[in-house]
């Protein structure tokens, strides 16, 4: 994993993700059309794509403790909003970094 492949996933995610609680656990899914970059996140981050062919879009989604791991090395990258955003759901800067 690259800085470029951090950056990229945070500028991604800044646009495209968002982060929930779910059962105590931290999920970060990203839900795009093209599915080229969501298999580029899968692959440098792990997790899982879905697909829905009827809706033209898929979705990348990952779990703890890759969803914690990938927070936490994008976290400094991101706005103040989405800093807030995710703080509002429990993540915080010791726990995300």
């Not at 990203?30 to 996140?41: C, G």
């Not at 703890?64 to 807030?84: T, V, W």
Request: hydrophobic content about 40%; charged content about 20%; some cysteine.
């Amino acid at each position: 994993m690259t800085n470029e492949d951090i950056l990229f996933a945070a500028g991604f995610y800044e646009g495209e993700g968002y982060c929930r609680i779910h059962r105590n656990q931290v999920i970060v899914q990203v839900t795009q059309k093209d599915v080229e970059i969501l298999v580029r996140l899968q692959g440098i981050f792990g997790g899982r794509i879905h697909f829905w062919g009827n809706q033209n879009v898929s979705q990348w989604v990952i779990y703890p403790p890759q969803s914690i791991s990938f927070l936490s090395k994008i976290y400094p990258y991101l706005s103040k909003r989405r800093k807030r955003q995710l703080e509002k759901v429990g993540i915080s800067v010791e726990k995300a970094a």
